[in-house]
């Protein structure tokens, strides 16, 4: 199974109730995934800085010892917020190095995002418990995906939980199972893309990775992933400025999409969305198989 | 979630005895003590609102009654009716008249994938589109469509009858037994062993039936569908296939 959630705000006024929103949203798709919960907020920060956002399984990890190493190793300045197993880091410029350093020199974090909007927090057990530890409902933004997993293909760690981010500010929730996956990632290495995981969806987020570095729009990289993704997935991408659903031509997994002038929201089941503001006007679709939705704003 | 919700205000006289226009709300009541009045109603309508996507609500009904559920409702809403008449002022999730037996159910809105899966008797109503996997494995039961509907729709149906007004998605009717289909759109791809038929009178009678049992007036016309059904290779015996049994 699996739940999924997304919400992308057109209005500005909702956007300190973001959190909010979407707790309200993974509240409700606890029960298709109580293994796991994830989820990734895009609040942009300043130009010209980064945030990097990492989790270990360390208790009491010294994350102010490794922004220390980190700034030494970039030559630019480090600071990090601590939240529980949750470390981000803000820093200037795109982040790439500081994640390739983070990846290469400290096996006790793993890197959930990076980007100058993204922030993604994730942990194990009970959606609702997840939400509430990492304060989700505090977290203000113009868009957010959620992720509660049973898991199938790899085990339950904090790594595998979703959603899983390869980009700079993209991210990618998935109901579902990828049967290419291990050849795909042996691909994908070839061009470069990094691996923390043994996780199938990881490597749909580094081909989306891949193909946008490769000038692919949002959309274009989704349609490309239908000639080259073999599995069912109904998937849910975030970008720094958009957001964009595909399911699989089969459609095994449940989507359903609602949009009034303030939002467009995505449940794995309309229940996930029937406590969002002016559901009642909204325009309510499930999604077509093999067909790419994608929202952006300038 | 909903065992957490205080017990039942239902208004009005309801129960085993029957009740008259009984109004049950999900805000205030919880799903199990609304199904189970439903459930055990022989007589009486019955008013539910804010359903909000709750699954498996008015599942198993069996008693001569109405409801009207005013709201979009989650998986297996009506599933396995035995008579009642049911009206779902919304869309309808997964497997909506999934295994129903008789009686009527009425989507307002658009159906999820399997609507009507597995249906032995009695009419599927749906005023808008449904997704995939449409009346597969159906089994008698009758589904009027006035949108369109999307793929591998009767996959292995028995019997029944199903109306699409619109389009039908890929890989209609794949390996279909003896259910009819009718269809006035497109249809985007034909499954195995499902072919285009002639259209012949005793099928237009039955065409009209379920048209006007759907409330479809006479500006839809039964000579604009097409017909569709088995081809009878695939399932039936055939000495020349002898080998492959």
């Known amino acids: ?43 942009a920060a300043e130009a010209g800085t980064s945030k990097i956002c990492a989790v270990t399984s360390v208790a009491s990890f010294d994350w102010a010892t490794v922004a220390d190493r ?10 990090v917020r601590v939240l529980e197993d949750h470390a981000v880091f803000k820093t200037r410029g795109d982040g790439e190095a500081a994640r390739k350093w983070m990846i290469d020199t400290v096996p006790e974090a ?31 933004g113009t868009h957010a995906i959620g992720h509660t997993r049973m898991a199938t293909e790899s085990a339950v760690t904090i790594a595998g939980s979703h959603p899983f981010s390869t980009g700079r500010d993209t991210c990618l929730v998935h109901n579902g199972s990828l049967s290419n996956h291990n050849r795909l990632r042996e691909t994908l290495k070839r061009h470069g893309e990094r691996f923390q995981t043994e996780n199938d969806t990881e490597v749909a987020a580094a081909y989306l990775s891949w193909r946008m570095r490769s000038g692919d729009t949002l959309k274009g990289a989704l349609e490309h992933a239908l000639e080259d993704l073999d599995g069912f997935y109904t998937f ?8 964009a659903v595909l399911r699989d031509p089969v459609a095994c997994k449940p989507a359903v999409m609602a949009e009034t002038d303030e939002w467009v929201g995505f449940g794995s089941e309309f229940r996930a969305l029937a406590a969002l503001p002016g559901i009642d006007k909204a325009r309510i679709w499930e999604p077509a198989p093999a067909t790419v939705y994608a929202w952006g704003r300038n | 979630m909903a065992g957490a919700k205080p017990k039942s205000k239902a208004k009005g006289d309801a129960g085993t005895s029957g009740g ?6 999900l805000e205030t009541s919880t799903l199990r003590e609304t199904n189970q009045l439903l459930q055990t109603a022989k007589a009486g309508e019955f008013l539910v609102r804010n359903p909000r996507g709750t699954h498996a609500l008015a599942a198993g009904l069996d008693g ?47 159906a999820s994938q399997s609507a009507g899966a597995t249906g032995v008797g009695g009419l599927l109503v749906i005023d808008g589109n449904a997704s995939a996997r449409l009346g597969i494995s159906l089994r008698g039961l009758d589904i009027v469509v006035k949108g369109s509907i999307g793929h591998m729709a009767a996959f292995m149906a028995q019997a029944g009858n199903i109306v699409v007004l619109g389009d039908a998605g890929d890989a209609l009717g794949d390996s279909i037994y003896e259910a009819r289909l009718f269809v006035r759109g497109k249809v985007a791809s034909l499954g195995s062993d499902c072919i285009a038929k002639d259209m012949r009178d005793e099928h237009r009678v039955v065409l009209r039936q379920l048209l006007d049992a759907a409330g479809i007036g006479p500006e839809v016309k039964v000579d604009d569908f097409k017909r569709y059904g088995s081809a009878r290779k695939l399932y039936s015996f055939h000495i020349d296939n002898l080998g492959s049994y």
């Open chain 1, 1 to 43: 199974m699996c739940g999924i959630v997304g919400l992308f705000l057109k209005d500005k006024k909702l956007q300190p109730q973001l959190g909010r929103l979407t707790a309200a949203m993974l509240h409700e798709m606890r029960g298709r995934g109580p293994d796991s919960a994830g989820f990734a907020v895009y609040n």
């Open chain 1, 70 to 79: 980190l700034q030494k190793a970039t030559g630019v300045e480090v600071k």
């Open chain 1, 110 to 140: 793993t890197v959930l995002s990076q980007g100058q909007s993204v922030e993604i927090y994730k942990g194990m057990g009970d959606p609702d418990v997840i939400a509430t530890r990492l304060q989700l409902s505090g977290l203000t």
């Open chain 1, 236 to 243: 849910v991408v975030g970008t720094e400025h958009g957001f």
């Open chain 2, 20 to 25: 008259r226009n009984t109004s049950l709300d």
């Open chain 2, 64 to 110: 001569d009654i109405d409801v009207t559920i005013d709201g979009h409702v989650g998986y297996y809403c009506g599933g396995m009716n035995k008579g009642a008449r049911i009206t779902i002022n919304g869309n309808a999730g997964t497997g909506v008249a999934e295994n129903m037996m008789s009686g009527r159910c009425h989507v307002k809105g658009d």
